[in-house]
Protein backbone atom coordinates (compact mmCIF):
# COMPACT_ATOMS: atom_id res chain seq x y z
CA UNK A 1 0.00 0.00 0.00
CA UNK A 2 1.12 3.53 -0.74
CA UNK A 3 0.79 5.47 2.37
CA UNK A 4 2.74 8.79 1.54
CA UNK A 5 4.03 10.50 -1.87
CA UNK A 6 7.07 12.90 -1.44
CA UNK A 7 7.72 15.35 -4.39
CA UNK A 8 10.15 17.93 -4.99
CA UNK A 9 10.62 17.86 -0.44
CA UNK A 10 7.18 18.24 -0.38
CA UNK A 11 4.18 15.65 1.01
CA UNK A 12 1.10 15.77 -1.84
CA UNK A 13 -2.24 16.42 -0.52
CA UNK A 14 -3.74 14.69 -3.56
CA UNK A 15 -5.72 11.89 -2.99
CA UNK A 16 -3.60 9.08 -3.75
CA UNK A 17 -5.50 7.22 -6.18
CA UNK A 18 -5.71 10.87 -8.47
CA UNK A 19 -1.84 10.87 -8.80
CA UNK A 20 0.46 9.69 -11.77
CA UNK A 21 3.88 8.79 -10.65
CA UNK A 22 6.93 10.72 -11.65
CA UNK A 23 10.56 10.27 -11.55
CA UNK A 24 11.87 11.27 -8.16
CA UNK A 25 8.85 10.20 -6.24
CA UNK A 26 9.82 9.46 -2.80
CA UNK A 27 7.50 7.06 -1.81
CA UNK A 28 6.44 5.64 1.46
CA UNK A 29 4.85 1.97 1.50
CA UNK A 30 3.34 -0.31 3.57
CA UNK A 31 3.08 -4.15 3.11
CA UNK A 32 4.64 -7.23 3.81
CA UNK A 33 8.12 -8.06 3.74
CA UNK A 34 7.85 -10.15 0.83
CA UNK A 35 6.04 -8.24 -1.16
CA UNK A 36 8.40 -5.18 -0.81
CA UNK A 37 11.39 -7.59 -1.53
CA UNK A 38 9.28 -7.93 -5.03
CA UNK A 39 9.18 -4.51 -5.72
CA UNK A 40 13.01 -4.32 -4.94
CA UNK A 41 13.28 -6.78 -7.70
CA UNK A 42 11.93 -5.27 -10.14
CA UNK A 43 14.33 -2.05 -10.31
CA UNK A 44 11.81 -0.31 -10.82
CA UNK A 45 11.88 1.48 -7.26
CA UNK A 46 15.03 2.42 -5.68
CA UNK A 47 14.56 0.91 -2.07
CA UNK A 48 15.66 2.62 0.87
CA UNK A 49 15.87 1.50 5.11
CA UNK A 50 17.35 -1.17 4.25
CA UNK A 51 19.95 -1.15 7.62
CA UNK A 52 17.47 0.92 9.86
CA UNK A 53 13.99 -0.26 9.87
CA UNK A 54 12.89 3.33 10.90
CA UNK A 55 14.39 5.00 8.00
CA UNK A 56 11.34 4.91 5.91
CA UNK A 57 11.30 5.42 2.44
CA UNK A 58 11.21 9.81 1.90
CA UNK A 59 11.04 10.47 5.48
CA UNK A 60 14.01 12.50 6.37
CA UNK A 61 15.08 12.12 10.16
CA UNK A 62 15.49 15.60 10.42
CA UNK A 63 12.01 16.42 9.97
CA UNK A 64 9.94 13.31 10.59
CA UNK A 65 9.88 11.73 14.02
CA UNK A 66 8.06 8.57 15.48
CA UNK A 67 6.07 9.17 18.26
CA UNK A 68 3.22 6.59 20.45
CA UNK A 69 -0.30 7.99 21.42
CA UNK A 70 -3.33 6.67 22.96
CA UNK A 71 -7.04 7.21 22.51
CA UNK A 72 -7.88 9.60 25.56
CA UNK A 73 -11.17 9.48 27.40
CA UNK A 74 -14.54 11.52 25.60
CA UNK A 75 -12.15 11.32 22.52
CA UNK A 76 -13.88 12.03 19.29
CA UNK A 77 -11.93 9.53 17.93
CA UNK A 78 -13.50 6.34 19.46
CA UNK A 79 -15.87 4.38 17.26
CA UNK A 80 -14.17 5.65 13.92
CA UNK A 81 -11.62 4.43 11.72
CA UNK A 82 -8.44 5.88 10.30
CA UNK A 83 -9.65 5.45 7.13
CA UNK A 84 -12.78 8.02 7.93
CA UNK A 85 -10.53 10.37 9.24
CA UNK A 86 -7.55 10.37 7.06
CA UNK A 87 -4.98 11.19 9.16
CA UNK A 88 -2.59 11.92 6.14
CA UNK A 89 -4.31 15.14 4.41
CA UNK A 90 -5.53 16.20 8.15
CA UNK A 91 -2.72 16.73 10.15
CA UNK A 92 0.25 15.20 8.00
CA UNK A 93 1.07 12.26 9.60
CA UNK A 94 0.95 8.59 8.78
CA UNK A 95 -0.17 5.96 11.38
CA UNK A 96 2.24 2.94 11.18
CA UNK A 97 0.60 0.65 13.98
CA UNK A 98 -2.43 0.35 16.52
CA UNK A 99 -1.90 -1.73 19.55
CA UNK A 100 -5.07 -2.69 21.29
CA UNK A 101 -5.22 -4.87 24.92
CA UNK A 102 -1.81 -6.86 23.91
CA UNK A 103 -2.52 -6.96 20.29
CA UNK A 104 -0.72 -5.29 17.78
CA UNK A 105 -2.68 -5.22 14.52
CA UNK A 106 -0.55 -4.58 11.41
CA UNK A 107 -2.79 -5.44 8.89
CA UNK A 108 -5.35 -3.55 7.68
CA UNK A 109 -5.52 -1.98 10.85
CA UNK A 110 -6.95 1.49 8.94
CA UNK A 111 -10.69 -0.59 8.31
CA UNK A 112 -10.67 -1.54 12.83
CA UNK A 113 -12.85 1.18 14.84
CA UNK A 114 -10.81 2.89 17.12
CA UNK A 115 -11.20 2.36 21.01
CA UNK A 116 -10.25 4.41 24.16
CA UNK A 117 -7.66 3.25 25.42
CA UNK A 118 -6.01 1.92 21.76
CA UNK A 119 -2.28 2.97 21.07
CA UNK A 120 -1.15 4.36 18.15
CA UNK A 121 2.51 4.42 16.52
CA UNK A 122 2.51 8.11 14.63
CA UNK A 123 5.24 8.95 12.05
CA UNK A 124 5.57 12.48 10.62
CA UNK A 125 6.83 16.02 11.03
CA UNK A 126 7.10 17.45 14.67
CA UNK A 127 4.87 20.23 14.21
CA UNK A 128 2.15 18.32 12.92
CA UNK A 129 2.43 16.02 15.50
CA UNK A 130 2.22 18.59 17.87
CA UNK A 131 -1.12 20.13 16.33
CA UNK A 132 -2.61 16.64 16.23
CA UNK A 133 -1.66 16.25 19.48
CA UNK A 134 -2.86 19.40 20.84
CA UNK A 135 -6.58 18.56 19.69
CA UNK A 136 -6.70 16.11 22.96
CA UNK A 137 -8.25 13.31 20.88
CA UNK A 138 -4.98 11.38 21.57
CA UNK A 139 -2.74 11.49 24.92
CA UNK A 140 1.27 11.67 24.10
CA UNK A 141 2.95 8.78 25.46
CA UNK A 142 7.01 9.67 24.04
CA UNK A 143 7.06 12.90 25.25
CA UNK A 144 5.34 14.10 28.34
CA UNK A 145 3.79 18.17 28.38
CA UNK A 146 6.02 20.24 30.47
CA UNK A 147 4.11 23.81 31.72
CA UNK A 148 6.62 26.60 31.82
CA UNK A 149 8.19 26.75 35.27
CA UNK A 150 8.00 29.71 36.85
CA UNK A 151 10.13 29.30 40.06
CA UNK A 152 10.73 33.01 40.94
CA UNK A 153 6.60 33.15 41.21
CA UNK A 154 6.69 30.06 43.96
CA UNK A 155 6.33 32.23 46.84
CA UNK A 156 3.21 33.92 45.59
CA UNK A 157 1.61 30.55 44.65
CA UNK A 158 2.92 29.12 48.74
CA UNK A 159 1.47 32.84 49.84
CA UNK A 160 -1.70 31.83 48.40
CA UNK A 161 -1.71 28.47 49.62
CA UNK A 162 -1.12 29.42 53.29
CA UNK A 163 -3.99 32.45 53.47
CA UNK A 164 -6.55 30.09 52.60
CA UNK A 165 -4.90 27.40 55.16
CA UNK A 166 -3.79 29.53 58.03
CA UNK A 167 -7.12 32.12 57.60
CA UNK A 168 -9.52 29.77 57.88
CA UNK A 169 -8.40 27.22 60.22
CA UNK A 170 -7.21 30.46 62.80
CA UNK A 171 -11.28 31.50 62.08
CA UNK A 172 -12.65 28.45 63.49
CA UNK A 173 -10.83 29.06 66.77
CA UNK A 174 -11.72 32.59 66.75
CA UNK A 175 -8.14 33.83 66.67
CA UNK A 176 -9.25 35.83 63.44
CA UNK A 177 -12.52 36.91 61.99
CA UNK A 178 -14.20 34.05 60.19
CA UNK A 179 -14.44 34.23 56.85
CA UNK A 180 -16.78 32.50 54.19
CA UNK A 181 -14.37 30.03 52.49
CA UNK A 182 -15.29 30.99 48.91
CA UNK A 183 -13.65 34.42 49.60
CA UNK A 184 -10.44 32.89 51.07
CA UNK A 185 -10.08 30.44 48.09
CA UNK A 186 -10.62 33.28 45.54
CA UNK A 187 -7.95 36.06 47.59
CA UNK A 188 -5.84 32.61 47.30
CA UNK A 189 -6.23 32.17 43.52
CA UNK A 190 -6.00 36.02 43.04
CA UNK A 191 -2.81 36.10 44.59
CA UNK A 192 -1.47 33.43 42.43
CA UNK A 193 -3.05 35.42 39.15
CA UNK A 194 -2.27 38.71 39.99
CA UNK A 195 1.49 38.02 40.40
CA UNK A 196 1.76 35.96 37.37
CA UNK A 197 2.35 32.45 38.70
CA UNK A 198 -0.09 31.28 36.72
CA UNK A 199 -2.16 32.79 33.81
CA UNK A 200 -5.73 32.95 33.38
CA UNK A 201 -5.35 30.54 30.02
CA UNK A 202 -3.96 27.93 32.44
CA UNK A 203 -6.52 28.95 35.39
CA UNK A 204 -9.23 28.46 32.25
CA UNK A 205 -7.93 25.12 31.54
CA UNK A 206 -7.27 23.81 34.56
CA UNK A 207 -11.19 23.67 35.26
CA UNK A 208 -13.22 21.32 34.55
CA UNK A 209 -16.18 22.99 33.34
CA UNK A 210 -17.93 18.98 32.43
CA UNK A 211 -17.94 18.46 36.47
CA UNK A 212 -18.92 21.99 37.23
CA UNK A 213 -22.15 22.27 35.09
CA UNK A 214 -22.64 18.62 36.24
CA UNK A 215 -22.55 19.64 39.59
CA UNK A 216 -25.14 22.49 38.72
CA UNK A 217 -27.14 20.07 37.43
CA UNK A 218 -27.02 17.95 40.34
CA UNK A 219 -28.34 20.70 42.42
CA UNK A 220 -31.38 20.89 40.36
CA UNK A 221 -31.83 17.34 40.70
CA UNK A 222 -32.10 16.91 44.09
CA UNK A 223 -33.78 20.35 44.79
CA UNK A 224 -36.78 17.94 42.40
CA UNK A 225 -36.08 15.30 44.77
CA UNK A 226 -36.75 16.93 47.60
CA UNK A 227 -40.43 19.21 46.32
CA UNK A 228 -42.05 16.05 44.82
CA UNK A 229 -41.17 13.72 48.08
CA UNK A 230 -39.23 11.49 46.15
CA UNK A 231 -36.03 11.65 48.30
CA UNK A 232 -37.97 11.60 51.61
CA UNK A 233 -39.42 7.82 50.56
CA UNK A 234 -36.25 6.83 49.73
CA UNK A 235 -34.61 7.63 52.79
CA UNK A 236 -37.76 6.24 54.36
CA UNK A 237 -37.07 3.04 52.85
CA UNK A 238 -33.48 2.85 53.25
CA UNK A 239 -33.96 3.42 57.08
CA UNK A 240 -36.73 0.89 57.20
CA UNK A 241 -34.15 -1.76 55.33
CA UNK A 242 -31.28 -1.35 57.12
CA UNK A 243 -32.78 0.01 60.65
CA UNK A 244 -31.87 2.97 63.16
CA UNK A 245 -28.06 2.39 62.90
CA UNK A 246 -25.70 5.28 61.42
CA UNK A 247 -22.73 2.62 61.32
CA UNK A 248 -24.95 0.11 58.71
CA UNK A 249 -26.33 3.14 56.46
CA UNK A 250 -22.79 4.27 56.28
CA UNK A 251 -21.48 1.67 55.13
CA UNK A 252 -24.22 0.70 52.80
CA UNK A 253 -23.53 4.56 51.39
CA UNK A 254 -19.83 3.49 50.49
CA UNK A 255 -20.45 0.02 49.07
CA UNK A 256 -22.96 1.96 47.09
CA UNK A 257 -20.73 4.33 46.08
CA UNK A 258 -17.90 1.97 45.43
CA UNK A 259 -19.98 -0.30 43.16
CA UNK A 260 -21.34 2.75 41.16
CA UNK A 261 -18.18 4.14 40.50
CA UNK A 262 -17.09 0.83 38.60
CA UNK A 263 -19.44 1.85 36.01
CA UNK A 264 -20.03 5.16 35.38
CA UNK A 265 -17.98 8.59 36.30
CA UNK A 266 -16.70 8.52 39.75
CA UNK A 267 -17.87 12.74 39.39
CA UNK A 268 -20.94 11.52 38.38
CA UNK A 269 -21.64 8.54 41.52
CA UNK A 270 -20.33 12.21 44.28
CA UNK A 271 -23.24 14.38 42.31
CA UNK A 272 -25.39 11.85 42.32
CA UNK A 273 -25.08 10.38 46.08
CA UNK A 274 -24.15 12.99 48.46
CA UNK A 275 -28.00 14.52 48.29
CA UNK A 276 -28.83 11.88 49.05
CA UNK A 277 -26.88 10.98 51.73
CA UNK A 278 -27.19 14.37 53.25
CA UNK A 279 -30.96 13.48 53.42
CA UNK A 280 -30.85 10.12 54.90
CA UNK A 281 -28.76 11.34 57.69
CA UNK A 282 -30.97 14.28 58.46
CA UNK A 283 -33.77 11.71 58.29
CA UNK A 284 -32.14 10.15 61.41
CA UNK A 285 -31.15 13.20 62.87
CA UNK A 286 -27.36 12.56 62.86
CA UNK A 287 -24.09 14.37 61.28
CA UNK A 288 -24.31 14.14 57.53
CA UNK A 289 -20.73 14.50 57.38
CA UNK A 290 -19.31 11.16 58.16
CA UNK A 291 -21.52 9.83 55.47
CA UNK A 292 -20.22 12.81 53.11
CA UNK A 293 -16.79 11.82 52.98
CA UNK A 294 -18.07 8.16 52.56
CA UNK A 295 -19.15 8.94 49.16
CA UNK A 296 -15.96 10.96 48.64
CA UNK A 297 -14.14 8.11 49.66
CA UNK A 298 -16.19 5.18 47.89
CA UNK A 299 -16.83 7.16 44.93
CA UNK A 300 -12.76 7.51 44.40
CA UNK A 301 -11.91 3.36 44.77
CA UNK A 302 -12.10 1.98 41.72
CA UNK A 303 -9.83 -0.58 41.27
CA UNK A 304 -11.98 -3.60 39.90
CA UNK A 305 -12.49 -3.06 36.52
CA UNK A 306 -10.75 -1.14 33.84
CA UNK A 307 -13.37 0.90 32.69
CA UNK A 308 -13.97 2.73 36.14
CA UNK A 309 -11.38 5.90 35.61
CA UNK A 310 -9.86 6.81 33.05
CA UNK A 311 -6.34 5.81 34.58
CA UNK A 312 -7.61 2.24 34.44
CA UNK A 313 -8.25 2.41 30.89
CA UNK A 314 -5.34 4.03 30.05
CA UNK A 315 -3.09 1.40 31.61
CA UNK A 316 -5.45 -1.41 30.51
CA UNK A 317 -4.73 -0.63 26.91
CA UNK A 318 -1.05 0.22 26.71
CA UNK A 319 0.07 -2.38 29.03
CA UNK A 320 -2.01 -5.21 27.50
CA UNK A 321 -3.62 -6.43 30.52
CA UNK A 322 -6.77 -8.68 30.56
CA UNK A 323 -10.01 -7.66 32.21
CA UNK A 324 -9.81 -9.99 35.07
CA UNK A 325 -6.70 -8.77 36.17
CA UNK A 326 -8.14 -5.69 37.73
CA UNK A 327 -9.98 -7.77 39.48
CA UNK A 328 -7.62 -10.09 41.14
CA UNK A 329 -6.14 -7.04 42.49
CA UNK A 330 -9.00 -4.33 42.40
CA UNK A 331 -11.60 -6.55 44.43
CA UNK A 332 -9.63 -7.82 47.71
CA UNK A 333 -8.35 -3.95 47.57
CA UNK A 334 -12.08 -2.53 47.30
CA UNK A 335 -12.97 -5.38 49.86
CA UNK A 336 -10.42 -4.16 52.51
CA UNK A 337 -10.76 -0.04 52.21
CA UNK A 338 -14.44 -0.68 52.69
CA UNK A 339 -14.23 -2.54 55.64
CA UNK A 340 -11.32 -0.08 57.24
CA UNK A 341 -13.41 3.11 56.03
CA UNK A 342 -16.92 1.56 57.66
CA UNK A 343 -14.73 1.73 61.17
CA UNK A 344 -12.53 4.75 61.04
CA UNK A 345 -15.01 7.15 59.58
CA UNK A 346 -16.75 7.74 62.47
CA UNK A 347 -14.13 7.57 64.34
CA UNK A 348 -12.68 10.71 62.34
CA UNK A 349 -15.94 11.91 61.40
CA UNK A 350 -18.09 11.95 64.45
CA UNK A 351 -21.73 11.24 63.76
Known amino acids: SVIQIIRNGATLKTPLKDVYFRAGDEIVLRGHID ?46 TLADLNFRRKYGVIILAVHRQGVNMKDRFDKVKLAF ?163 LANQMGVNPVPFIVAVMFGSSASFSTPIGYQTNTFVYGAGGYKFGDFFKVGFPLAIILWIVASFLIPVIWKF
Do not use: C
Not at 61 to 80: D, Q, V
Not at 260 to 273: D, H, Y
Open 117 to 279: GDTILVQGPRENMDKMFAERDFVNLSEPHTAEMRTEKAPFAIAGILLFMLVSSLGEFGVVPKFPVVVLAMSGALITLLSGAITPKEAYQAIDWRVLFMIFGMLGVGEALEFSGLAHNVATAAIDLIGNNPHLLLAAIYLLAAVLTEVISNNAVAALLTPLSIL
Open 35 to 80: GVAELSSSGEVKMAGEHDPFDLVGVRKETAILMEGIIGPNSSLAGR
